[in-house]
Structures are given as structure tokens and as C-alpha cells.
T-cell receptor, first 115, second 112 residues
Framework: EPEVTQTPSHQVTQMGQEVILRCVPI?????FYWYRQILGQKVEFLVS????????KSEIFDDQFSVERPDGSNFTLKIRSTKLEDSAMYFC?????????????FGQGTRLTVV | RKEVEQDPGPFNVPEGATVAFNCTYS??????FFWYRQDCRKEPKLLMS???SGNEDGRFTAQLNRASQYISLLIRDSKLSDSATYLC?????????????FGKGTRLSVIA
């Protein structure tokens, strides 16, 4: 069964450092997303990406965040200068426009710890 | 006002029991509705979409009441493997561009 894959599974970084989280969405999907979940909290939307550009973003997705699809398979989230409060589980997801783009399938997540 | 509200639980039920979860959403423009399950420290996994007419998938039945902005999930004959957090999820437009809005989840523990 096709799945969304994310690397690394766990990343520890020092405050102020840049991190790049990587994702390989399901191959025939056209919509890509990043969500995050702070421990004990709900899953929160960060950004959606379609046709090589951001289609929607939340208030959380400020200038410190950026996304890129550098090639035909990878989808990355960059945090330029990490803060302690960026510590969370980051989930990449993708969906298939052919199904109306409603259902999203999630990767296993990257646990980011900022120290 | 919270966008998607759920009773956090936990619901502790014996194997074989029937359990029901409820969810309310605040945005009347919501178009798509889902139940996801999330195991501890894992990703959300789609359990089922929720359709206006209600739908069933094996032991799981989902209902939607648009007038009351209310979604429910019924699990019959609970198994130990059903223990997880159940996330109520809505989307304002039926388009891949719009974000999924998650509830905080209802925790279920099925006990032998």
C-alpha cells in the first residue's frame, strides 16, 4: 500500500539552528500538507501546497517557515531559526485531487526537539 | 469558541461493548467530515469519511447531523485493538486546498 514517508523520525536541534524536515508524498497525489502536534495538544494545520506553490497557510506558518518541492518526489519543511516552542511532532500529508482531494494520508511524523 | 469539540474521555470499556463518541463543529460551512484514529505518538490514520446519509464500515458506524453540527461514531463489539484516540476532523470546503481542522480527540481504552 502506498504511504507517505518522512525523515528523520527524530531530530534534536539547538535553539536558533535551521532544520529541514523531509517528506515523500504518495506518488500520484497532488496536494501536500504539513501539520504539527505539540505533545498533548491537537493536530494543527501549517500549510498546504499545490501546483508548486503554497495554496493556504495558518498563522503558525510565519516567516521562519518555508516549504519546497525541490524535485518530483520530495516535499520539505524548513524552519530557519528554531525556538523552544517549535518542539512538536511534524506530520506531512498528501491527498489525491482525483478523489476530490478530501481525504489526507499522513506520514509517520518527525519528532522535533529544540533544546 | 473551539472549532471542533470532543469529549476527551477516557472511555474505559470492556471487550465486546458498544461505545459512542460525539463531536460538534462550529463552522456551519463545513463540507467534509472524517474520523481518524491516532495511536500513542503515531500519525493520524483515516478511519472513515462521514456522509450525510450516515455510513457503516464493519463494526464502525458514523452519523452526521448538519442541522445540529454534530458528528458521531459508534463502535460495536469493541476489540482490544480499538484502544486509541479518535479524532473528529472537518474541512470547510470539499477541496484539497483547504485545511483539515482537528478536534483534540477522545481516548478509548478497551479492557480485557
Amino acid at each position: 500500500e502506498p504511504e507517505v514517508t518522512q525523515t528523520p523520525s527524530h531530530q534534536v536541534t539547538q535553539m536558533g539552528q535551521e532544520v529541514i524536515l523531509r517528506c515523500v508524498p504518495i506518488s500520484n497525489h497532488l496536494y501536500f500538507y504539513w501539520y504539527r502536534q505539540i505533545l498533548g495538544q491537537k493536530v494543527e494545520f501549517l500549510v498546504s501546497f499545490y501546483n508548486n506553490e503554497i495554496s493556504e497557510k495558518s498563522e503558525i506558518f510565519d516567516d521562519q517557515f518555508s516549504v519546497e518541492r525541490p524535485d518530483g518526489s520530495n516535499f520539505t519543511l524548513k524552519i530557519r531559526s528554531t525556538k523552544l516552542e517549535d518542539s512538536a511532532m511534524y506530520f506531512c500529508a498528501s491527498s489525491d485531487a482525483g478523489q476530490g482531494g478530501t481525504e489526507a494520508f499522513f506520514g509517520q511524523g518527525t519528532r522535533l526537539t529544540v533544546v | 469558541r473551539k472549532e471542533v469539540e470532543q469529549d476527551p474521555g477516557p472511555f474505559n470499556v470492556p471487550e465486546g461493548a458498544t461505545v459512542a463518541f460525539n463531536c460538534t463543529y462550529s463552522n456551519s460551512a463545513s463540507q467534509s467530515f472524517f474520523w481518524y484514529r491516532q495511536d500513542c505518538r503515531k500519525e493520524p490514520k483515516l478511519l472513515m469519511s462521514v456522509y450525510s446519509s450516515g455510513n457503516e464500515d464493519g463494526r464502525f458506524t458514523a452519523q452526521l447531523n448538519r442541522a445540529s453540527q454534530y458528528i458521531s461514531l459508534l463502535i460495536r463489539d469493541s476489540k482490544l485493538s480499538d484502544s486509541a484516540t479518535y479524532l473528529c476532523v472537518v474541512r470547510v470546503a470539499d477541496s484539497g486546498n483547504t485545511p483539515l481542522v482537528f478536534g483534540k480527540g477522545t481516548r478509548l481504552s478497551v479492557i480485557a
